[in-house]
């Protein structure tokens, strides 16, 4: 832009001077507006896109396009993921197989690295990899983790775990005692509590200064900043069975706390049994889990349009079922799925983003990408971080 405005000034100056009957003032006009009209290219620094404070990353664990689109179909009114403007597709494979499973996409959005399945926090060759969440809390960021499902499951746990196997929640448990983080919420007591070692980590929490609660009425009414809501003994029910609302409370009580912090937060808010209702696949908890999920997104996007300052990002990290929709009607909010498979697909998931920064979600990359749109979207690439070797 700048070096357009000079280009276009030096020919107008040689025109003026060729022709000779323009006034001395005439040029000085010219000469003053290119003044005006260059201003210097501003310098890139710290924080550049510093109007990014908090990040909110919502994952839909298994909600592939044809599960959103069969909640936009079910749906009365319009979804509140329709209220994202920017829509991009990822890749989901892992480093060793073309379908992924949880645990190996959580560790590629947490840490930028593609890994094996199983792994959560690891990279493939099993050597521990620093989660955004981990980067936000050592910036001095609030953090936390909501999910539906165990808090020890593999997607929350990619975020804060580092373990060879997604199938060992007691040992991931433990990492929640290693891990500085403010606030997480969803199942998985029985992990903390009622441990083959003995060992009682409720009482660890306590000592380490978190509040726990085991219900959503008595987390709902708690102002501690530190908040460890561990409300089923492993999985909470389907919303369908008795769950209610608790992932958008969750979401929005994770938020009220993360959002005492001036300098922001990091928080990953998980559907994690949209995937489930796939895996068996049935139809009515698969649309109304989307549905629930759908409700926290509204919420969350409610904050953030008020807030200015927070990019919601939403997206799968992986397709469960490899679902059709073979038929329905948009005035009769019917569609009829075929679900050919019990496992995960290969096919790209889409992503879903609102507010400052979305627009670096739009097109089509890697599930590894995510990792780097976060930190530049915080402004820490220019920070002197571990950055350049995000591993241990
Ligand atoms: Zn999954």
Sequence with gaps: MPSNSVNFTKIQIKIVLGVKKISIMLLSAIFIAFMISWSPVKKSGH?????VRNIVFMIGDGMGLATVYTAMTVSHHPLNIERCNIIGLQKTFSSDHYITDSGAAATAFASGHKTNNGAIGMDSQGKPVKSILEIAKENGLATGLVSTSAVTDATPAAFIAHESSKNSPEDIARDFLKADIDVFIGGGYDYFANRTDKLNLIDSLKARGYKVETSMNALSKSSSLKLAGLIAPVNTPFRLDGRGDMLPASSLKAIEILNKNPKGFFLMIEGGEIDWAAHKKDVPPLIDETLDFD??????????????HTLVVITADHETGGIAITGGSIPGHRAILNIPVKGHTAVMVPVFA????????????????????????YGFEDLNLVLANPSY
């Design 47 to 51: 924080r550049e896109i510093a109007e």
């Design 295 to 308: 409700d926290a997104v509204g919420k969350v996007l409610d904050f953030a349009k008020n807030d200015g």
């Design 354 to 377: 609102y507010g400052p920064g979305a627009d670096k979600f739009g097109g089509i990359y890697d599930n590894t990408e995510f990792f780097q749109k976060f930190l530049t979207s």
